[in-house]
Structures are given as C-alpha cells and as structure tokens.
C-alpha cells in the first residue's frame, strides 16, 4: 500500500477527512440557508407595499406579496429538501428494492413496497421496465401496484413542501393517508387476480437474461448525487411551481374569503368526487399544485377535498395511464383507477367528517 | 464496440444519448451509438430504471446521466 492512500498522524488518508469536510460545509450552508429563510416574509413585505408601493390589504397587493413571498420560500424549501433525500435515495435503488419485495407475502408486502415507494428513486418514464423486471422476479402483481401507486404521490417534493408550507400535521396526514391507499389499493388489486390482464409479451420477457447491477457509492459520491436531484428536479419543475403560485396568488388576493367554503366546503356532498375527477386530466407534480393548495385552504376549502383533489392530480395523471397502457390492458388500468380513486374519495371523506373547522 | 442507450424518449433518455455521443466523439472511440426507445427492447436488458447505458451487452448505468469521464472510462 503506497504511503499517499494510508496517510500519517497529522494528515489521515484523504477517504478518512471527507465525511468531516462534507458535514461542515452543509453546516456552514445550512445557516446561510437559515438566515435567508427567515427574512423572507419581511423582504418581501418590504418589496411588494414599499418599494412597488402597493396598498396593504388590496387586492393586487395581497396577490403580489403572496407571489413574492411564496416563489423564493418554496424553491428554497425544494432545494434543501431534494438534496437531502437525494442523499437518502442514494442508499436505495430499484434493485435493491426489487430483492426486498421478491417472494414477501401480501400484505406485509404491500405495506413495504408503499414505504420503499417513498425513498426509491423513480420517475413516471421508468413505469414501464420497472413493472415488468419486478413482476419477473417474483414480486406480487399487488405488491408492485403498492410501488406504482406509492412513489410518486408520496414522494419527498409533497412532504417537503407541505410541511414547509401548511405544517407538520398535515404533512404527516397526507403521507399517512397517500401510504395507505398506496397499500390498500395494491392489496385489493392483488386479490382481484388480475394477472391475466397483464400484456402478454411481458411474460416472454426472458428474466434469466436479467443483469446484476451494483454500484458502489463513497460520500462524495453521494453527495454529488443530492447535488444533480437537486439540478435535476428543480429544474424539471421549477415552471410547475411558479404557475401554481402564480394561481395560488391569484386565489390568494381576488377569491373572496369564504368563497371557497360553498365550493369545496365539508358541507357539499358532492365536492370531493368532483375534485377527485378533476384532478384526473390534470397533470402537475406535487411542486405545482401545493401553492394551489395553500390558497385554497385559506379561502375556507375543506381539507379532505383539498386532499382528495392533490392525491388525484398526483397519483392519477393520463400520461402515466398511457405509459402504462403498454404493459397493462385496459381492463386493469380501469381496474387501477377506479381502485385508486376509490381510496382517494374515502380519503376525502373522512377527512371532512373527522376534522372539524 | 456496441453501445446501445434505452430510453422511451423523455428528457433525461435525450440527454443520455447526447452526452454518451459526444463522449464517444471526443475519444475517437470506434464505437456505434444505437438508442433504443422501444419498450419491449428495453424490457429484455433487465434494467428496472432509465435511462440506461449498455456497452457490449453489459449494463454500466441506469437510472441516470452518466458524465462523460465515466463514459470515457467504459470505452478504454
């Protein structure tokens, strides 16, 4: 072993300090983080009613100041919590999780692969090999469909944000509530015996010919991963997320208080299945429609057809159907909607029955 | 040299293939560059992720962009 790599006493091998530099550079960047964060309310007080000269309490100037305030808050909440995640993620892979969940029994199994959901990586264009290479090694058809319901609707971006921007207890709510129709919805999907409705070239895919793919990963690595999730996904979603605040600031200043409560208010029987077929054809990302969200609740809307309407648009978008549509015939996609929008109705209503104001 | 990029034709397949062109340019590599977007293709390499990078029918990444030295380095 050449002396370089072993180090000495006074300097230890490069492999030993990096852990410590790391740490006290995201320490050192998370007070900077801190210390802007927590101006943002005054900056932007400043810039909307004294520097642009808006009255206070008016309709524009509530919009504005919403935009101003919201935009920066939630990029800056999004780039402290993709990177974050990002360096979980980078412990789990779709392999990893794929050996995990081969040959686990029903329900124990749905309950995994929901919570796997949430810190394996995956994107909506990765459905299709995804399916197929689980469904190959032996994963239960429900199982997967716990994985498939489960990763992006309860993804890091939506609890982030939520808790960024409505609290801890809703964050907790929407990710207890998202993992179990995640579960349920696998579950009862599994139970159906559906495998017959799976396209049948996916069963001539050879499995034997799958490759074992590993990868080592040292902490720079990691955190260079963090590093592109973070350029990756801000940079896929930051347009989502200013048309949502642009919406949300526009609900914020011009939608009368209260107005929201006839709409989406609990008393209206028929506002969460009508938010929840809403949110169908609409395709955003968490990043998009929380703003919304925001706005909404403020305006009187009830929580659980907010939340019926946000799991909707998430978990339920058309693109992904017809990604889908290639490996599944349209039998179980019907079969996955209906299941999937069944759990996000009993979401909505129960939430609107349980929580009270 | 066969080097094959998977991918259904979002983003990150597009910049993959870029990116593993430009490498294999820089290093003069004899190498043909095939993107695959065909999901039954894909389906048959294994790979749970993309897009992904396979060079003489080894998998050596998935699921992200690879940057050009790591490419650089399968082509020696």
């Known amino acids: 072993m050449g002396k370089e790599s072993q180090g000495n006493y006074f300097f230890p091998a490069k492999a030993n300090l990096m852990p410590y530099l790391y740490l006290s550079i995201g320490l050192v960047g998370f007070y900077l983080w801190w210390l802007v964060y927590v101006r943002l309310s005054s900056v932007s007080s400043w810039l909307t009613y004294t520097l642009l000269g808006m009255e206070r309490s008016s309709h524009l100037g509530e919009s504005v100041w919403f935009f101003l305030y919201d935009s920066p808050k939630v990029m800056m909440l999004l780039l402290l919590v993709v990177f974050g995640v990002g360096i979980i993620r980078s412990f789990f892979t779709p392999e990893k999780t794929r050996a995990i969940l081969s040959g686990k029994g029903e329900f124990f199994g749905n309950i995994l692969a929901a919570l796997l959901g949430v810190v394996t990586p995956f994107c909506s264009c990765s459905a299709v090999p995804l399916f197929i290479g689980f469904v190959a090694a032996g994963v239960p058809l429900g199982v997967t469909f716990s994985f498939l319901i489960a990763a992006p609707m309860v993804n890091e971006i939506a609890l982030g944000l939520l808790y960024g921007l409505l609290g801890w207890k809703i964050a907790a709510l929407y990710m207890g509530t998202g993992l179990s129709v995640a579960v349920i919805a696998g579950w009862v999907i599994g139970k159906l015996h559906m495998e017959k409705h799976i396209e049948e070239w996916v069963s001539d895919v050879n499995a034997s010919e799958n490759f074992e793919y590993e990868e080592r990963l040292t902490i720079h690595d990691r955190v260079v991963y963090g590093w592109d999730a973070v350029k990756e996904i801000i940079g896929r979603v930051w347009v989502y997320v200013i048309i949502g605040i642009a919406v949300g600031a526009a609900i914020h200043g011009f939608v009368p208080e209260e107005f929201m409560a006839s709409v989406m208010g609990r008393d209206a029987w028929w506002s969460v299945p009508l938010a929840t077929s809403l949110g169908i054809p609409m395709y955003s990302n968490a990043a998009g429609i929380i703003p919304v969200v925001e706005a909404l609740l403020g305006k009187g809307a009830a929580l659980g057809t907010v939340l019926a309407f946000m799991m909707s648009v998430i978990a339920l978008s058309l693109p992904e159907m017809v990604i889908l549509r290639k490996v599944l015939k349209p039998r179980l996609i019907g079969v996955f909607i209906g299941v999937v929008g069944c759990g996000i109705l009993m979401v909505g209503y129960l939430f609107n029955i349980v929580i009270q104001g | ?76």
Request: proline share 4%.
């Open chain 2, 1 to 76: 040299m066969e080097i094959k990029v998977l991918g259904p034709g979002c983003k990150r397949c597009k910049k993959t293939e870029k990116v593993v062109r430009e490498a294999v340019a820089e290093a003069g590599a004899d190498a043909k560059v095939d993107k695959i977007t065909d999901m039954m293709e894909i389906a048959k390499y294994g790979v749970l992720g993309t897009p992904a990078v396979i060079v003489d029918a080894e998998v050596k990444s998935v699921g992200k962009i690879p940057n050009k030295e790591e490419i650089k380095s399968w082509l020696a």
